[in-house]
């Protein structure tokens, strides 16, 4: 039975695909003119937000090269990388109300190029300087000797020899801005710059549900052609250079751009912050409301992290396979308008559309967060599973004696990042939930009739209910460990 577990895996997560199979009939075309624009400009601005943040990044990573990769340098690293992690609609009202304050936010394509670049140009950086540091070798210590010029070795044993690596980084931020949500809703104009966004429209605004059927399907195809386009890795050419030598590669500069830019994001307009909260003191209408949706992005995100925690255990102790590392490392989690959409079409009206938010949302979560965290959480203990399956111990003996001690405290860990980024959900819980029933939610509402200042500090509540969420998931892992050992 164990041995057949994987294609329970396998299935649940397909099984949205295999929903819209039963309802190939009910396809609507949308207009030929109108889908053909809506890809071109969805197309452009997801090319010029993947140009502008692979450019960024790779003069930040050339940048990052001057810092030492431990100390405080390290802190910094992850500083830069947190628009990408905290929610969008936190990075797109703060860069919506510092630029509105000075002078005018560009509303449309450009506003949405600008906050996508904001958000991945940190990340690009960081990863790209992963890059540098483990695949140029002892090329740039050659080149040196042999007096090369910094500018050509950059363009042929950076950008050439890195070409497959920047060009899989490339197709990973335009399928972000090519499918993206939230971004393209809070900045866009009337003219929908994503499929997502396109999709929505005909869901909700139109109500046409043949239209939105057929782009659901076409955006999972979309996904699904991404996934393909990825470029197998060079062969690294490790060698460990020192920190002087790196030093002479690198480009000033740019290190304190990206650092700039994630402090005006988590920072924003302070002068709103005060504003804000003066407002929600005098108003007691939105006191009891913001009550509200604090506690319901509370419950969720809470929700959310216990379900990863279960999934994580049921895979990682009970069933797990090797065959799932290759499932997941291909697989392509939908967008949430798409998974949204296949709720609607699954649930009746009266299922309880919290609880459906919560499994969408880890079912969202969970294969990201797998596949970037599985192997590390299995590999180490191989060797003791083993060892325990020879003299005889039953699996589920083995999870509970051997296993679950050992990793409970890093899936307490993922299970509260799950949590952080589900008590900040915008897209998902734009389709299932109603008006300002999230703090997220309240925050869209409060910036669709430009109350600025008040959305600003809303959305500060909304990350400081993440934080609570996250670390109530630490403390249990602490916690538990403690005892079981």
Known sequence: ?????????????????????????????????????????????????????????????????????????????????????????????????????WSHFPFGFWGVVLIHVVVNGGLCAVIIEKLLRSKIGGMWELALVEGGRKWMFVYHGVIRFLARDLWSIFIFVFALGFTGFTIPLLAGQVQPLSLSVYLFDKLRLEGDWGQALFLAVFESLVLFAFAFIKTHSIKSLERRLSIDVLRHLSIPVFNALIVFIAIIVIFGDISAWGKGAMQIISDTSIQRTLYAAAMMSLAIGFGVGILIFVLMSLLVGLSFRPQLFRFFNFYSSPSPVFLGFVIILTFPPSAPRSLLLVGGLGFLFFPMLFRMYGRSLVEPLKMQIETAQIIGASRSLIFKKVLFPQIVRPLCWLSGVASFWAAGDFALSRILLGQDSTLALLVESLMGSYRLEMATTVSLLMLLVGMVSLLLFIGIGHVTYKKLV
């Open 1 to 101: 039975m164990r041995s057949n577990t994987h294609w329970l895996w396998v299935l649940l997560f397909i099984s949205p695909y295999l929903v819209l199979l039963f309802k190939l009939g009910e396809f609507g075309i949308p207009p030929l003119p109108e889908f053909t624009q809506v890809l071109k400009d969805a197309g452009s601005q997801a090319f010029f937000s993947a140009l502008l943040s692979v450019t960024l990044g790779l003069l930040g990573a050339l940048s990052l090269l001057r810092w030492s990769t431990q100390g405080v340098y390290g802190y910094l690293r992850t500083f830069v990388t947190l628009p990408s992690f905290i929610p969008p609609i936190f990075v797109a009202l703060s860069m919506i109300t510092l630029l509105e304050h």
